[in-house]
């Protein structure tokens, strides 16, 4: 029996019913929760948790160096002992973990709400229901994929329950441990879950609870060697900071930004205009809320819209604000929203000061206006206006921020197709705030660049079962103001035998061969140290007019059908049969591989493209079945422009297997070859204008990897990067793409041992599909 219930059966029957009694029996002092058990040493300082009215609740203690440390070594131990369970037994687990929150589901939500972090126990029930059947299911519905090993997940302070639930359920289900940080209101329900977790028979160490600093915590446990995965949920702003935290330790981060994403709230004339005010109501205007909401109107209902909202509003109170200090930016707010013109629609005066606002519509506020962009916390809801339907999704995807949007019509046509067009990662129909774990929910844009709940969300809590581990490093020293801004190397270096007449090679941008804008090119040698070639020296200015390039036909590309894309892969594989011999003699002159082995991987390359062209119309999402009335779509969607930085191994299959996953989904893409071996992919650029591939889809850029890798950190539209370089390259980019924020794939030539591009792994071909899309939940209620 553990600490906390040490008065016996007594307080059991106490806390089922009331969190007061479960605070009592830890003296109201919560210490951290390591190997199955609550461990507190005098010596620690401690933080209070208050509720609503600034009274105590409780403390918890402030973790240090020494704490964490002995959390991950608990993690490792305990991941031992779970992942080697088979599934049913770890689904057996979670499922008396179900009747255990029935049972204490009130106690459960009342400490939520003393805490200020409210959370519905039934939710958590579904969560814990949901996952259980995952955990039932790995080994069958998800072969050749194994667990990463200790995870940590991070939350921000103002983040809820069930968004930290939402990764530490499908971490616990897929066979992993978890160490988890909660923001300060989220501490003491989770704390109280983990205990529940251990009675429900869950083995000490493989769920570890530590408080205090988030930022300081996260980076601290993520130096541990045997630390495998990091997830963050919360603000981006702190979740920025842990990025660049842990820049260079050779551990994943992945970051859900939902907290102060702005989310489109749209009206179309179609709508029914009562419930469409219900529902801005309901959602706009609450004390704890993770998105703000901007609310657009189609002008042919923006009267009917705003005397709606004034007959709603009259008869409401203010809001508290959630810190002292937000008073002062909501006046703000208000105050540079009124200079632009804006009109307000309020139930009340504000008083002159206090932690307290009434609910305030902005009417007329400008796309640009600060209160639209970087809201502010508080009850506040910009209105805007837009004319057509077209308007309405630009006005939508305005914003950089992609978490969800809310469409309101009663033209099912109109909402299928505005839900497609919108840069969002869930969209609810004639809906708002609709959860589900079923559903994948994915951040676009600012929103981060990780995927929570669905099948699709396990993935990132696994690795392929034929790839090893990814090794961990210390951060290295380096200069980011710097990096990539060195010369490239001389053009004929010294002592190289220039006897003959190297071959001068042109880059693929646009669809069109050109030189590099510098106009400079560095040779090519031969395995003998000959110069066999040389091709253009790409930088900054390449890589922007690829991109130019790429975003004017990367729409069109993603919007053809899945079959016109197969075809045009089709057609990249015929053209390259026809040039078969000529690409193994290129391998073979770079490389110095055996004519016969060149040979090989060229036709490995021709399966490649014609497994993807397959892959094009197969891959699809789906139709999930959800508990709530109404029907659900789970869509993959292509990330729009990639960058590539090829491996040396295997030049040419390597190229053509990253170039067919990506545009197969209909990304476009910029390639970076091997400053190694490059001819494989200047000869395949023959293939490329050959077949029917719109120009610009594809570009391939040759030159330094440092610069050129520099050049897409540093480029805003770019969405992912797909790396393989050195260890300072993986940790530049881990600091550099926290913002603006990018979807990053990071592997270290150096230790990794390079990937074996000729065995077709089954789960290979789907970390690389995966890669390439992100994924987006369509709500449409049917009562």
Known sequence: MTAAWSHGVYTYVLFSIFPQAWLESHSRALGLFIDGKFVRSADRQTCNVTDSSGGPVCSTVCAVDEDASLSVSSGASGFKAWSALPCHLRAKTLLRLVSSLQRHGQCLSELCDLAQSPSSPSALVRLLQYYSGWAQLRDSLIPDWTPRGVVVVVVSDDCSLYSLMLKVLPALAMGNAVVAIPGMGTAPPVLLLAQLFVEAGLPAGVLNVVTGSVLSLGSKVAQNPHVSYVTYSGNKKDGEILCRATAGMGVPVSLSLSLGATCPFIIFESADIDSAVDGVIETAFKK????????????????????????????????????????????????????????????????SSGAAYPPTVLCGVAPSCTCVVTPSPGPLLPLLSFRSHGEGVTLGNHSPHGQAASLWTEDLTLALEAAKSLSVGAVWVNSHSVMDPSLPISGHKESGNCIDGGKEGLFQFLRPSSSPPLPRSSPASVDYSKFGTAASAAIIPEGSNSSSTPRSYLQYVGGKQCKSESGSSVCVLAPGGTVLAYCPDGGRKDVRNAVEAAIKVQPGWMKKSPVARAQSLFSLAETLELKRRDMAVSLHSQTGLSLEKADMEVELSIAQLCDWAARCDKERGGV??????????????????????????S?????????????????????????????????????????????????????????LTQALANHSVIKAIWYWGSMEGCQFLQHTCASPLKSLWLHCQEKDGGRDWAQPHASLQEEMWRQAVQWKSVWIPTA
């Open 288 to 351: 704890n809320r993770e998105c703000q909401w901007m609310l657009c109107v189609q002008e042919s209902v923006w009267d009917s819209v705003v005397a709606r909202l004034k007959v709603r509003m009259a008869g409401m109170k203010s809001v508290p604000l959630l810190a002292e200090g937000d008073r002062k930016l909501v006046d703000a707010a208000v105050q540079e929203a009124q200079q632009q013109g804006a009109t307000l629609i309020q139930p009340c005066p504000p008083s």
């Open 624 to 649: 999930p079945s959800v508990p709530q009335s109404g029907s659900a779509l789970s869509i993959p969607e292509a990330l729009g422009v990639v960058g590539v930085v090829l491996p040396d191994s």
């Open 651 to 707: 030049p040419l299959l390597s190229m053509v297997s990253l170039l067919a996953a990506a545009v197969a989904m209909g990304n476009a893409v910029i390639m970076m070859p091997s400053p190694k071996y490059p001819l494989p992919a200047l000869e395949f650029i023959q293939v490329l204008q050959s077949s029917d591939l719109p120009g610009g889809v594809v570009s391939i850029i040759t030159g330094g990897r440092d610069q």
